[in-house]
C-alpha cells in the first residue's frame, strides 16, 4: 500500500473519538488501556495505530506462532519497519537441533534493540518473554564493527576469530566459520543471515561484500558489518531483560492474567456496560484478497467512498 494513504488511514482512525479518547490515555499511562471487539484482521492495524501515535518501543505479543506469522505479514503494510523476533527452539523438547537460522535472527534483532535506541516495534509470541538468550549488552558488547576503508590488518582478524572460537576451513559453509585466499577472507558471523567477504589491500579493508554460500557469487556491496565474537551461546538472560519500563507492550487476545499494558481482544474485556463504540468490525468491501483484477479495484473504489 502507498505510504501516503497507509498514513490517513492511520491518521483518520487515530483521530475517531473512542480510539482518540485511548491513545491519550495510553500517553498519560494509565495502564491498562483495552481495546475490545477487535477482529483478527484489523488487531494488527489497530497496534500500528497505537505505535504510530505513541513513538516509543513497541512489543507485540500474540497467542501462537500462527498468530505471530499473520500479525507481522499484516503490519508490514502499515509499518515496514517492524521486527520479528522468533521463539527459539529446544532440542529437549522438540528432539531436533535448533534451527541456525532461528537462531540468527534472534541474535541479529537482539543486537539491533541493544544497540540503536528506537523505536522499534517487535512482534513476538507471550512465550518468547521468557525464553533464554544472552543477557543484556553481552551482544553488543562482544561485536566487532569493520567498516570499509578503515586501517585494520588481516593477522588482527584472524586472531580475534580464532580466539572467539570460529573455525578457520577451505569454504565456508555454515556459521561460525572463516576461510583465507591470498587477500580475502571470507567469514559467516553468528547473527549474519549472509556470509561475508572483506578484500584487503595492505593494512586496509578495500571491500567489503555478502556473498551467496551456494555460488559464492556476491550479493552486495555493504559500508560496515558486524561480527559477533561471543555471546551466541551465552544463555543467562531473558528476552523480557530487553524490554524497558518507557516500551509499551501490546498483547494480542490477553490471558486472564495478563499485565500487558495495552490488551486487544476480539470478545470483551473491558469493564462495565458492552461497548461497541471502538469496535473493528467485518467489512466485505475492504477485503482485498488475491483475485479477479476488476473486482479488487471496483471493491476499492467503494471502500474509500465509504472512508469519506
Given at each position: 500500500m502507498e505510504r501516503s494513504i497507509s498514513r490517513e488511514l492511520l491518521e483518520r482512525v487515530a483521530q475517531t473519538e473512542p480510539i482518540a479518547r485511548k491513545l491519550d490515555q495510553i500517553e498519560k499511562q494509565r495502564a491498562p488501556v483495552k481495546f475490545s471487539h477487535v477482529i483478527a484482521p484489523a488487531q494488527a492495524f489497530l497496534s500500528a495505530v497505537i505505535a504510530r501515535h505513541a513513538q516509543k518501543t513497541v512489543w507485540m505479543l500474540c497467542p501462537s506462532?500462527?498468530?505471530?506469522?499473520?500479525?507481522?505479514?499484516?503490519?508490514?503494510?502499515?509499518l515496514p519497519n517492524a521486527q520479528f523476533l522468533p521463539e527459539a527452539e529446544f532440542a529437549a523438547v522438540e528432539n531436533i537441533?535448533?534451527?541456525?537460522e532461528i537462531a540468527a535472527e534472534r541474535l541479529a534483532l537482539l543486537a539491533k534493540i541493544d544497540s540503536e535506541s528506537g523505536p522499534h516495534v517487535i512482534v513476538t509470541t507471550r512465550a518468547s518473554l521468557d525464553q533464554p538468550a544472552p543477557k543484556r549488552g553481552a551482544v553488543s558488547?562482544?561485536?566487532?564493527?569493520?567498516k570499509r576503508g578503515t586501517a585494520t590488518t588481516m593477522e588482527q582478524l584472524l586472531e580475534k576469530l580464532s580466539g572467539?572460537?570460529?573455525d578457520r576451513v577451505a569454504q565456508v559453509t555454515t556459521r561460525g566459520q572463516f576461510a583465507v585466499r591470498g587477500g580475502i577472507v571470507d567469514l559467516y558471523s553468528w547473527q549474519a543471515p549472509l556470509p561475508i567477504r572483506l578484500e584487503f589491500f595492505g593494512d586496509n579493508v578495500?571491500?567489503?561484500?555478502?556473498?551467496?554460500?551456494?555460488?559464492?557469487?556476491s550479493v552486495r556491496d555493504l559500508r560496515k558489518i558486524d561480527i559477533l565474537l561471543g555471546a551466541a551461546d551465552?544463555?543467562?538472560?531473558?528476552?523480557r531483560d530487553y524490554t524497558t519500563k518507557d516500551d509499551l507492550i501490546i498483547e494480542i487476545e490477553p490471558e486472564?492474567?495478563?499485565?500487558?499494558?495495552?490488551?486487544?481482544?476480539?470478545?470483551w474485556i473491558e469493564s462495565?456496560?458492552?461497548?461497541?463504540?471502538?469496535a473493528f468490525q467485518d467489512c466485505d468491501i475492504g477485503e482485498f484478497a488475491v483475485g479477479d483484477f476488476l473486482l479488487a479495484e471496483t471493491k476499492r473504489d467503494q471502500f474509500v467512498k465509504r472512508l469519506n
Open positions: 506462532v500462527r498468530a505471530q506469522d499473520s500479525v507481522y505479514e499484516t503490519i508490514l503494510n502499515w537441533l535448533p534451527d541456525p558488547s562482544a561485536t566487532l564493527q569493520i572467539a572460537g570460529y578495500e571491500s567489503l561484500r555478502e556473498f551467496d554460500i551456494d555460488t559464492q557469487t551465552d544463555q543467562s538472560g531473558f528476552i486472564e492474567k495478563s499485565k500487558a499494558q495495552i490488551p486487544i481482544s476480539e470478545s462495565g456496560p458492552e461497548d461497541f463504540s471502538g
